[in-house]
Nanobody, 124 residues
Framework: QVQLVESGGGLVQAGGSLRLSCAASGRTFSLYAMGWFRQAPGKERDFVASISGSGASTRYADSVKDRFTISRDNTKNTVYLQMNSLKPEDTAVYYC?????????????????WGQGTQVTVSS
């Protein structure tokens, strides 16, 4: 069982930055691929970024490529999402997710564990 707790959300002006964190329980964090997803009101939950267990491989949604960076610190059981050049359309609840596999995945349905989410609001 893996428990995930996100933090770092908040209100920011367009063009600003935020860094989200997701702390995971358990002793085998490096065996889990991690992903960040987001869900805006009235919309489906969408893929944002994912990272392999080692951190060597990452994947990004086209909408955030070159603005967001996913990283992880396996010594701290934590995955991060650095978000720069934020836009109003980035406003959503952001969730981190974990799956017991080494490769980064983009499909919402394959992740086994989810955090409770953290709100990100970007004002124009």
């Amino acid at each position: 069982q893996v428990q995930l707790v996100e933090s770092g959300g908040g209100l920011v002006q367009a063009g600003g930055s935020l860094r989200l964190s997701c702390a995971a329980s358990g002793r085998t964090f490096s065996l889990y691929a991690m992903g960040w997803f987001r869900q805006a009101p009235g919309k489906e939950r969408d893929f944002v970024a994912s990272i392999s267990g080692s951190g060597a491989s990452t994947r990004y949604a086209d909408s955030v490529k070159d603005r967001f960076t996913i990283s992880r610190d396996n010594t701290k059981n934590t995955v991060y999402l650095q978000m720069n050049s934020l836009k109003p359309e980035d406003t959503a609840v952001y969730y981190c997710a974990a799956r017991h596999t080494l490769v980064p995945l983009t499909n919402t349905r394959v992740y086994d564990y989810w955090g409770q989410g953290t709100q990100v609001t970007v004002s124009s």
